[in-house]
């Protein structure tokens, strides 16, 4: 199977070039070191939660249920917390929730066969709804100051950066290198292609196609019950509504990325790209003063435009390839 | 074969994240910051050209409009730059992005409604640091983390103005009675305990309250009550509503009865749900802050802040152009005085 990046990755990582360039020389006070900590913790929870998300649509499935994931776990560390747990006992935890959470929605979906997008729009629900059980309309804030300190501050054994490096830039830069690996050069990221190809192909190759979608979703849990953790100490704040709508604004990403929405196609590096240009367009449009309702249309006309261009192309370059082909058949 | 890979991702990513040590609630040290500013100059001069930004809870609310568009009239008169972004849900987090612009545009003052009194304190206080002053209306952020708050009425504001109008409309004496929300509702009864050691003073000693009749902030029930009001006591001359709900009722209830003109109705209310009813005579007067003075008074105390005349600290004073002078009591708060009456002559000024 050729392995080169598809073309439409290409355009995206160029056009997140491109935007980068020209924001930091139009858009005043976009291309300092501060702006940049603001991006890359505005993009921190998308970032890392696309991940997994890329995994399980490039097998041809979806998880919607991600940002209530993250809102019960943000939910779980106030009420431990206020339950007197540590907070190096309650991260864990967390996370071990996450993927219990994930692994519900894996056992709905490949125990019982369910289709994904319906048991994750009820997962969606569900565990928003717990969220709400544990901690009502209050908010726990009181968390450790070297904790959340930590989420919001920069790399301070670097002193000639000057602070230009956020601390969680190293937890998004191993993670992706970690899922990049996996997909790009292992037999576990083919089998992930072969699925999302073909499953019932991918099943008589000897992939253990439920096994494997299985768990994903166990993974894509515990990354949002950790993002769930690192959204409360960014914010110090755990709520139940926390991340409401993230799942939105990640699988816009992995599209705008040139992920397949059927599965089969797509590269993390364009991923992170569609996460990148999706965060710094909206970074440099509110330093613009453009208003929220315009941000919306903007990106709102990016997604449409990430699944709409790849088709025009590809139907295009079909014609073209159709009619060279009868061009040589005729000479 | 996935199993034991995926297995072992997701057990290192568990490694990583639990460290050793154990942090809880009660041994964690407390840390607060102490702000340590230089000390007011009462005679700075206001500064012109000031970046003045507001970020209401969420955009497009017909109340947060109006506290703007009085913030917009202020900044207007301060020769400074007036600005106001927001975020389309009002979420906790989405005010943040926000705040992190701000800074980044290097505005001179934020005037912020918190969605959430600590999400926001991080942002606030990088805000802070980098020479922003930030003053807070409507829902405080923690107070750590702002140099001054807008508090929109006091307890003792609102009940001495409950009593006055309620003597100015029984004519200096005669049966009065209250159409509360709940009996539980903390506010109203702190209003009404206000309002009844008013009416222990000697100028209020013949007004009689005859009778506190709870409504619960339902439309129907507050009607209901009001009725049954005039019937266990004919003599009545004023229904003071402390609720916006309840003294809608009350006057829906009046005009349409046969006590319309004899029977005052006054209380807290919102001037698009009361205009008919100021229009028709049943309503004299009634009273709430005017949401159009925070927005003013908030660009003000910001401008004082920018400018050096005053830090935040208790007693500072001030003066806010219309308004008058302030001066900032304890924990940064500066209070707005006494609520905006409305009567037949000023009602169509008031869109909120």
Redesign the interface.
Known sequence: MSRKLASWDTAIILLTVLVLIIASLAV???G?S??FT?MVL?LLPIILVALPMTFIIVTGEIDLSVASTLGLTSSLMGWF??H??????I??LC??IG?VAGAFNGFLITGLGLPSLAVTIGTLALYRGLALVVLGDS?V??F?????GWV?GTLSWLPWLDGAVPNVLI?IV??AL?FGV?LHA???GR?LYAIGANAQAAHFAGI?VA??KF??Y??SG??AG?VG?L?TL????A?A?????LELAVVAAVLLGGVSIFGGKGSLPGVLAGVVLLTAL??AL??E?V???AL?IVTGALLVLSVLLPNVISSIRGNWQRRKLRQSAAS | ???H???A??T???L???????????N?SS?TDTQTSAAADPNAKLKEGLKIAYLPKQ?NNPYSDVETSGGEEAVKELKGEY?K?????A???SQ???I??L????QDVIVVAAN????V??SLNQARAAKIKVVTFDSDA?KTCRDAFINQATTEGIGQSLAKMALEQAGGSGDIAVLSATPNATNQNAWIEVMKTELAKPEYSKLKLVKIAYGNDDDQKSFQEAQGLLQSYPNLKVIVAPTTVGIAAAARYISSSSYKGKVQVTGLGLPNQMRQYVKDGTVKKFALWNPADIGYLAAYAGAALASGQITGAEGDKFTAGKLGPYTIGKDGEIVLGPPTEFTTDNIDKFNF
Do not use: H
Not at chain 2, 103 to 106: A, E, G, L, R, S
């Open positions: 005043d006070n976009f300092t501060r702006n603001f505005d917390w206020n007197g747990l540590s907070i190096e006992t991260i864990p996370i071990v993927a908010a804030a009181d450790p100051f070297n904790y959340t919001t937890l191993v993670l970690i996996i292992t037999p576990i089998s253990r096994r494997t768990w994903l166990v993974v515990a990354v950790l953790v959204w960014r914010y110090s704040s709520r509504d926390n991340g409401a709508g909206q970074n509110r330093l003063d208003s929220g309702q919306n | 074969m996935s199993r890979r995926l297995a991702v997701f290192a990513t568990l990583v994240a639990a460290g050793c040590g154990g942090t809880t609630k009660d964690q840390s955009l600005k972004v927001g975020p389309n849900d979420s906790a987090s943040v992005s926000y992190n612009t800074i980044q545009q290097q959430d009194p600590n999400a304190c991080p923690n």
